[in-house]
């Protein structure tokens, strides 16, 4: 699984679907965070990015628990629209 999250602009993408403008507030994302790159078909290995060139990029070789709660909320949204199209689907036959 491909995900990056990046919070200015709340959005959340799963293998190259990206779905912007999320509420992400409950998710708990830390002080400073821009981005997290996350890539599972490379050896489970990923980075948060911070919006501060004071503090490096660090390292993860596991998704926090924030990051899951991200997933969780795009998730929510991937299937909204999964069913938006379905019902549209059905109202056009």
Not at 45 to 59: A, M, R
Not at 77 to 85: G, I, Y
Request: aromatic share 8%; hydrophobic share 40%.
């Amino acid at each position: 699984m491909r995900l990056v999250i990046i919070g200015p602009d709340n959005t959340v993408g799963k293998d190259n679907v990206f779905y912007s403008n999320l509420d992400l507030s409950e998710c708990g994302l830390p002080v400073n965070f821009w981005a997290l790159q996350w890539n599972e078909h490379g050896n489970n290995i990923g980075h948060i990015e911070y919006d501060s060139p004071l503090i490096d990029n660090t390292p993860i070789t596991e998704l926090p628990t924030w990051a899951n709660a991200c997933l969780a909320v795009w998730q929510l949204k991937a299937d909204q629209e999964a069913s938006r199209v379905a019902e549209g689907q059905v109202a056009s036959q």
